[in-house]
């Protein structure tokens, strides 16, 4: 079985970015003297998978990060070619969240780390989320993309451990009740 799991900051409101896509106030906190666990995080994840503008927003930061295989789900980039320099390291794919989970598994790959914001959201519908590490910026934006939309029904979080760091952000981690959604817990 393939699970998904998510490691993501916000805004004190509840942003991953800014409208146009901006992140200036995450990068601006960065404290390269705190560890906030990416590093172990990352280590036993398979893969990544990300929404496009999650992709399109790292092509500006500099050279590709990742070492691990990335697949980009997205409808606009599914049928375009992967840029010739991430070409082994990129796919795209237009799938949904639940037939790529399924086709991840049927390819052995076993703990994937899901990073976007609407994608976040997809797969927290679909009840393919299995934890969350939200790390919170001690900071109000305004505005932007939110990290959690709208829910058919209720989702039971329980708090596995919080911590805080000097530089004031706080990070908690969550795991999704069994299946993710609250059956009969619907709020419309």
């Known amino acids: 079985m393939t ?5 993501i900051a916000i805004s004190l409101d509840g942003y991953i970015a800014r409208q146009d896509g901006d992140i200036d106030w995450l990068l601006e906190r ?19 998978v990300m929404g496009r503008g999650s ?18 789900l997205s409808e606009q980039l599914a049928n375009t070619p992967v840029p010739d320099a991430l070409k082994g390291k990129v796919r795209f794919s237009n799938s ?17 780390y899901v990073d976007g914001g609407r994608l976040v959201q997809s797969f927290l519908r679909d009840g393919l989320i299995n934890d969350m590490v939200i790390t919170c910026v001690p900071v109000l934006i305004g505005s932007g993309r939110p990290l959690f939309g709208s829910l058919s029904q209720d989702i039971d979080l ?27 817990s619907g709020t419309g």
């Open 30 to 48: 960065d404290d390269p003297t705190e560890d906030h666990g990416y590093t172990d995080f990352i280590a036993d994840k398979d893969m990544i």
């Open 158 to 184: 329980t708090l596995v451990s919080s911590r805080s760091f000097p530089s004031g952000l706080v990070q908690s981690t969550y795991r999704l009740g069994a299946g993710g959604l609250l059956s009969g």
């Open 3 to 7: 699970t998904a799991h998510v490691f």
């Open 96 to 112: 949904s969240p639940r037939s790529t989970m399924a086709e991840l598994a049927k390819k052995n790959v076993r703990r994937v």
């Open 55 to 72: 992709y399109e927003k790292v092509l500006t930061l500099g050279p590709w990060p990742y070492h691990k295989p990335v697949l980009v």
